[in-house]
């Protein structure tokens, strides 16, 4: 191996350990964090070992009543932007290119937005129409630009289908309705499961938007927020790592099922 090999490995190395370091620290440090018995979440300086924030948590109904209401809001965020956002994917990738341009600059101008503006103006508009905030105007609001999150993901996904696939299918004799169904749902189907994932972390996440349209209805990162003003506790960092365990367990054992698949349909 040359010495410029060497050094190339060695920079990527480097870069992978920064790079991760990066990533899970911050997780690290606010896991850890649970466990100390300081009143506010910090390591240092450590005052000793203590289980007493998941009690807490338990205890805290506020935080399950955010928590609650953050998951209603992105179970209705994602049965919303998925067919929409998949419509407007089909409607895109139909387009001839200089419509297509400009489409797509329309659609995806909502990402470019401040959250803050999409907030107002949802709050603005729907108030004109006698609608105050609430769950329903959180839903609206979020969706709005959440779906141009679905559409890229499924545009990508349309950019690889062969368009000679539906056209065998309706030479056969299927109904459009049958060929959507048959060919091209299953074909999307992976990227609408990673769409709604996308969308169900973008809902809970999101902060700016919600914050002007929430009404009497708390979502957790809004309640969270008041916590920090009036006395945060690691009851917070509590919640954020049983979080974090279920989605670590949830994608270890969906790549242990897609392995498990893959070695099934090769034995076939």
């Known amino acids: 191996m040359s010495a410029a090999d060497r050094i190339a490995r060695a920079l990527f190395g480097f870069y992978m350990v920064a790079f991760f370091l990066y990533l899970f620290a911050p997780l690290a440090i606010m896991g850890v964090a649970t466990f100390n018995t300081s009143r506010f979440p910090t390591v240092t300086p450590w005052r000793g070992t203590t289980l007493q924030w998941f009690g807490a948590l338990w205890s805290d109904g506020g935080m399950w009543q955010s928590l609650w209401t953050s998951f209603v809001v992105a179970f ?9 956002g998949t419509a407007a994917a089909l409607v895109l990738t139909s387009l001839h290119a200089r419509a297509r341009s400009f489409m ?28 105050g905030g ?26 690889r289908f062969d368009p000679t696939q539906e056209e065998a299918a309706l030479g056969l004799g299927a109904s459009k309705f049958m060929v959507f169904r048959r060919v091209l749902l299953p074909f999307l189907k992976p990227a609408l499961i990673a769409a709604g994932f996308l969308a169900v972390l973008q809902s809970i ?21 008041t916590k920090v003003r009036t006395g945060l506790t690691p ?33 076939e």
């Open 235 to 267: 009851a917070v960092n509590a919640l954020a790592l049983i979080m974090i365990a279920i989605t670590v367990f949830g994608a270890v054992a969906y790549e242990i099922a897609r392995r498990r698949g893959a070695a099934r349909m090769a034995v």
């Open 104 to 131: 797509y600059a329309v659609m995806v101008s909502p990402l470019l937005t401040p959250g803050v503006v999409i907030g107002i103006a949802t709050l603005v508009l729907w108030r004109q129409l006698g609608v």
């Open 76 to 84: 209705f965020v994602v049965i919303t932007v998925l067919p929409i």
């Open 205 to 225: 996440e999101n902060y700016n938007t919600t914050l002007f349209v929430r009404g009497f209805d708390t979502p957790l990162t809004v309640y969270i927020a």
């Open 134 to 159: 609430g769950v329903f105007l959180i839903v609206v609001a979020q969706a709005s630009f959440i779906i141009c999150y679905v559409m890229l993901m499924i545009t990508a996904r349309l950019q």
